[in-house]
C-alpha cells in the first residue's frame, strides 16, 4: 500500500499564500500590530521576539525556510504577541488570517499539528526563560549560540563552524545580561578557541566543543 504523505503546515500555507521579500533588518510586523496574516519562511531567516518594558528584546525564535509564524493571532483575533524582523534578506509565504482559519475549519489533521506546533514554541519559551532566570551570563551566552548553530546545521546553512549575523549586543539582549558579562564570556570562548568575533556576527567554531564547556560548568 502505498504511503500518503501529509502536508506539513508550512507547505499548505506555501501553497496558498502570496510570495513576499524582505530586506535585512526590514520589519514584517511590530507587538501590538493589528493580525491580518500568517506567514511561513521561504528564504533567509526571521526572527521572532518580545520587547519587555525596559526596551530589551526577549528572543523567541528564529523561523527558517518552512517554518510557520504569526499563527497565534488567527485563532485569537488578537494584536499580535510578538514580532518579526527579517535577519537577512529573506523572502515568506503570506495568507490571510481568514483563509488560513478557513483551512484549519476543513482540517481538523492540520490544526491539531498547528497546536502542535505551537505548544512546542510555547515550551521552549518557557524552558529558555527558567534558564534566563537561574543561569550563569557566561552559560547563557553558550546556550544561546548553541542552539542558533544547531539551528543553522539543521538547515544545512553550516556543518562545524558557524557564522552567525549577530552582536554582541543582539545576543546580550536576547539572554537578559549586560553588555560586559556577555562580552567576558565571549572573551572565555574565544581564549578556548571556540569562537570568533567580528564585527555583526560571531562564528561558532565547534559547537560541539563550546556545548561541552557549557555543560561542564
Not at 29 to 51: M, Q
Not at 60 to 74: C, D, H, N, T, Y
Request: a neutral charge; charged letters at 25%; glycine letters at 8%.
Amino acid at each position: 500500500m502505498e504511503t500518503v504523505v501529509k502536508p506539513t503546515v508550512g507547505a499548505v500555507i506555501a501553497d496558498s499564500g502570496r510570495r513576499r521579500s524582505y530586506a535585512s533588518g526590514e520589519v514584517l510586523f511590530l507587538e501590538g500590530d493589528h493580525s491580518h496574516s500568517v506567514y511561513v519562511c521561504a528564504e533567509g531567516r526571521i526572527r521572532i521576539f518580545l520587547t519587555t518594558p525596559s526596551g530589551r528584546e526577549l528572543l523567541l525564535g528564529i523561523k527558517r525556510a518552512g517554518e510557520e509564524f504569526g499563527e497565534v493571532s488567527a485563532f485569537d483575533g488578537r494584536p499580535r504577541s510578538a514580532s518579526a524582523v527579517a535577519l537577512e534578506a529573506s523572502s515568506v509565504f503570506e495568507l490571510p488570517s481568514n483563509e488560513f482559519a478557513e483551512l484549519l475549519a476543513r482540517s481538523p489533521e492540520l490544526a491539531a499539528d498547528v497546536l502542535q506546533n505551537m505548544s512546542a514554541q510555547l515550551r521552549r519559551t518557557n524552558d529558555r526563560l527558567v534558564a534566563r532566570n537561574s543561569n550563569s551570563a557566561m552559560v547563557r551566552t553558550g546556550n544561546m549560540l548553541v542552539e542558533l548553530s544547531s539551528l543553522m546545521m539543521k538547515a544545512g546553512g553550516c556543518v562545524d563552524r558557524c557564522e552567525l549575523p549577530i552582536t554582541q549586543g543582539d545576543l546580550a539582549d536576547w539572554i537578559g545580561a549586560t553588555r560586559e558579562s556577555t562580552a567576558r564570556a565571549l572573551a572565555r570562548f574565544r581564549k578556548a578557541g571556540l569562537v570568533e568575533t567580528c564585527r555583526g556576527r560571531i562564528v561558532v567554531c565547534d559547537v560541539i566543543g563550546l556545548d561541552r564547556m557549557i555543560a561542564a560548568a
